[in-house]
């Protein structure tokens, strides 16, 4: 059986058997794969903290007719115990590997999703934003990548140059006059101008926010998030 390397982003875990796991990884060449991690769950097993779920890691597996199996795993980077300090934080990240794993399918290409995860990840242990703004920073971009880009300025129906007002999750983002269907949200222009920061990478303006506007925000991306995944994101609800 062909063996392969990659690097990995762990998105999820569940128990097989006594001493095995099924380990969800979000592959940087690979996509996502299902691999089978044999006695991870004994105390003596030499890589099994390394297959938690958010570690960044490099992985051997051989290809299997199912299911591939782990046969090596090196940490690249591990977040976790900057995260785990955080309640705000870990609840973010478990967010984040939620969405990951409903936004990428099986063995198809998501190279452009693990950079942006990995990236994400690094930046909530590093604690230099809030998590909040991380994540929804995460979603916007995610969701961008999948083929979801909101806008927040130009209407996203006509295209007509903004800024405009009213903002709708089915459209697509802002809408002008002339297409705002009937029960758009009309955030505040500040708020708008917080969600463009936040798909952009503008940390300056994101970072001189208001909390209001950081509020009204996040319920934004998680309304969006939630009509394209056809699907909620259970993390979300244990965010303050």
């Not at 795993?73 to 939620?98: K, P, Q, R």
């Not at 604690?127 to 971009?141: C, I, K, N």
């Not at 758009?184 to 990478?201: D, F």
Request: proline letters at 4%; glycine letters at 10%.
């Amino acid at each position: 059986m062909p063996l392969y390397r990659d690097a990995a982003i762990v998105l999820r875990t569940h128990k097989l058997g006594e001493a095995d796991r099924i380990v969800t990884l979000l592959t940087r060449g690979r996509g996502k794969v299902r691999v089978v991690a044999k006695g991870v769950r004994r105390t003596k097993s030499k890589f099994g903290a390394r297959l938690e779920p958010g570690m960044v890691v490099d992985v051997q597996c051989y290809e299997g007719r199912s299911l591939d199996t782990v046969t090596q795993a090196e940490g690249l980077a591990s977040y976790g115990e900057a995260i785990s300090h955080d309640y705000d934080a870990w609840t973010a990240a478990n967010a984040m590997l939620e969405t990951a794993d409903q936004l990428t399918g099986g063995h198809e290409p998501a190279m452009q999703q693990f950079v942006l995860l990995a990236g994400a990840l690094a930046a909530l242990a590093s604690g230099v934003h809030t998590p909040r703004m991380v994540l929804d920073s995460y979603l916007l971009r995610a969701l961008a990548i999948a083929g979801w880009a909101a806008s927040f300025h130009d209407c996203a129906r006509c295209g007509a140059q903004g800024p405009h007002r009213a903002f709708n999750v089915a459209v697509g983002g802002a809408v002008c006059p002339a297409c705002r269907p009937s029960g758009s949200a009309a955030p505040a222009a500040e708020t708008l101008a917080l969600l463009g920061a936040l798909m952009s990478g503008d940390w300056a303006d994101a970072d001189a926010s208001l909390p209001r506007h950081r509020t009204e925000a996040s319920g934004l991306v998680a309304a969006y998030l939630q009509w394209h995944l056809e699907r909620s994101v259970r993390s979300l609800g244990y965010l303050g």
